[in-house]
DNA sequence: CAAGTTTAGACAAACGTTTGTCTAATTGTC
DNA sequence: GACAATTAGACAAACGTTTGTCTAAACTTG
């Protein structure tokens, strides 16, 4: 009495709606009718109740699968990125999986490394397995293709019809990094740019030279870092600020790409004999975890990578319920003061 | 042409075998039957080669949520884990998920916070979305509640039938460990005991008990740290390091759960104004990413996380493949030793 | 009590595949 | 040239849903 119907020994098949309407002695389209409470369809409450009650019974669990057959939701979407095990993609994509788990959404977890072909032929996989959607996370979507489903960016490179970028507010990043070292009494700045591949490379930098500019710090090459290397190891970072000891211009700060590569620096820094912040400050960008704990912690402005996270994936399910979404979003960053910068020493 | 038969222009629908039949003038079991190379089928070499063409042009892609329903592979699994952004749970999907993608399965992740009521319906909803198998990482799966899928364990809690487990060999870490200090002259060490809800906490305190009685050394309750609160962050083991400061007893090591925790410990230590490793040597647990560039950089013992999550990776396709599997995988750990242990100083 | 209306639910098609069975046309054999 | 055997492919059922259409019985109204 207790076992679903026509269950055979050895292959549990889970319970589907046709074996409950065969228990029930009913249609399958009834049963379907009453647990999803479509509206205009007379049942008597008694009935409605026998039918609850079996399925609860059965632990009865439709089958998205099917119901994606018939152009419904497989409340399921996809979210692309570069890389995982890295602090700010997981940070991100946490922010994502918070959003989407508590929707009742589930996701598939894609990473590219940067590969154009795989980029390219993900979407179009993760369709045929059914997602709803896509979220993709510091990845270059080509132009050319229309993606076959609806899409939301964070921190996106390029702009796409319906697309929905979620960004930092880079200008007011570079004005809180260079205000906080401007206000220290800094005037000889190292800047770092970051690599190609990134997508916020060319805006953060962009943005940094307008505010460097406006408070009329200098920007010398010499006093330029360019990171190549594509790893998520602090040591990107080394040999470039290597070269800027060697090349004997003076400088107080480094203003750094993000925290891993501030570390770098610091190290880097401390191994030539140059106390942080005594010496030198360094400022870092993204505060991921690491930060708060690292020897001297690190000054950096905050991304408040969640909050992208989650604020690119609610988006995402308002495009798909058919609302409107705006096509950028910008979020705002903070200055967050911890060990590794300070006033600029007298001379 | 060059478009689709029966192509609408506001929704681009995928096209789909029933389509592409119609577009070649076939029934749509030819074109099937010729698309997955099904033998015992008699169907002439030009016929092939039109269908084969048909399908590139039309860049068909199989519709793996109808086939499924025919009882095929969705070529996806579920992977269960405790938290997203933390760097052990990273690393360990991060191998997962490298060797699933390799071979073309695709992977929902899923993130649970040690709740129990998730954990048990979240293997429902995955199978209910079409997924092959799971892979559980440091999950407490309940033992009454059979799974309904292949399932693969990293860091298991239980034994269940049928599920393969990926674990640590404890033994020969605790004994890494245990030598590298004994052997640097360490004798009164501090021993850190993990959380309840961590699935390695019972298993390595065990074997630490059981190498520190082998070589001698006295395990002290003042000098036992237990660690309680579920975070992320290094203040875990603040409180813990504390009272060991204030009990007077003197030790000379402190032998930590895991990275995360030592560095706490570093910090409450340098709080203190006792020097690691000059007054104090802190071992770590792990070896992520973050402990090589701590200061100072951590001596560890080096679980191969991305290994576990690759091993588990493949075992579980074999388990789909119909392959046998053995119940309990061991890998090795390793010593790495960095700058945070030195000889214990003459006195 | 006849006609109309409501109630309660069945039936069938559709979604995109796979696969077992069937058939018509062609080829081969004696 | 009759028969069998092969070839080339169609047909239909099935997987688990959703949903538009249909029907039989029960109830209402005059």
């Known amino acids: 009495m207790t076992k679903p119907p026509s269950s055979s020994l050895h292959a549990p098949r889970r319970t589907s709606l046709k074996m409950l309407a065969e ?18 369809r007379s049942i008597p409450e008694s009935t409605r109740k026998r039918i609850k009650e079996a399925a609860a019974k059965f632990n009865y669990q439709p089958s998205m699968i099917a119901r994606t057959l018939q152009g419904k939701r497989m ?39 940067h590969k154009k072909d795989l980029v390219s032929t993900y979407p179009e996989l993760l369709r045929s397995r059914g997602v709803d959607g896509i979220v993709a996370i510091d990845t270059h979507l080509s132009e050319d293709k229309p993606l076959p489903l609806p899409t939301v960016l964070v921190a996106g490179h ?27 009494g ?11 591949f990134s997508s916020d490379t060319d805006n953060r930098w962009a943005a940094t030279m307008e505010v460097a500019r406006e408070l009329g ?30 090349n004997k211009r003076r400088f107080t700060a480094v203003l750094c ?30 505060d991921i975890q690491s930060a708060q704990f690292h020897v001297p912690s690190l000054t950096t402005i905050r991304q408040p990578l969640q909050k992208m996270g989650r604020t690119a994936a609610r988006i995402l399910l308002k495009k798909l319920a058919n609302e409107t979404t705006p096509d950028l979003v910008q979020v705002e960053p903070e200055l967050i003061v911890r060990e590794s910068t300070a006033r600029v020493a007298k001379r």
Do not use: C, W
């Not at 570079?174 to 070292?181: D, G, Q, V």
């Not at 000889?188 to 970051?194: D, L, N, P, T, W």
């Not at 870092?225 to 470039?240: A, F, M, Q, R, V």
């Not at 501030?262 to 942080?276: D, K, N, Y």
């Open 23 to 40: 228990y029930l002695g009913l249609s399958p389209s009834t049963v379907s009718f009453v647990l999803n409470d479509v509206p205009g």
């Open 75 to 113: 409340q399921a979407v996809g979210v692309l990125l570069p890389e995982l095990g890295d602090g700010y993609h997981a940070q991100v994509i946490s922010g994502v999986g918070d959003l989407l788990m508590h929707e009742g959404f589930f996701y598939f977890t894609v990473h590219h490394r």
């Open 158 to 184: 390029t702009e796409l019809p319906d697309v929905t970028n979620v960004v930092l507010n880079h200008k007011l990043a570079a004005e809180l990094a260079l205000r906080h070292l401007y206000e220290l």
């Open 186 to 196: 800094h005037r000889r700045i190292a800047f770092m740019q970051g690599q190609p």
């Open 217 to 246: 710090i200098p920007v010398h090459d010499e006093l330029t870092i360019h990171l190549h290397k594509d790893s998520l190891s602090p040591e990107i970072s080394y040999p470039g600020i290597r070269r800027l000891i060697s």
């Open 257 to 286: 790409f993000n925290d891993i590569s501030a570390m770098g620096s610091v190290r880097a820094l401390h191994e030539a004999g140059i106390r942080v912040p005594e010496d030198v400050s360094v400022l870092g960008f993204d």
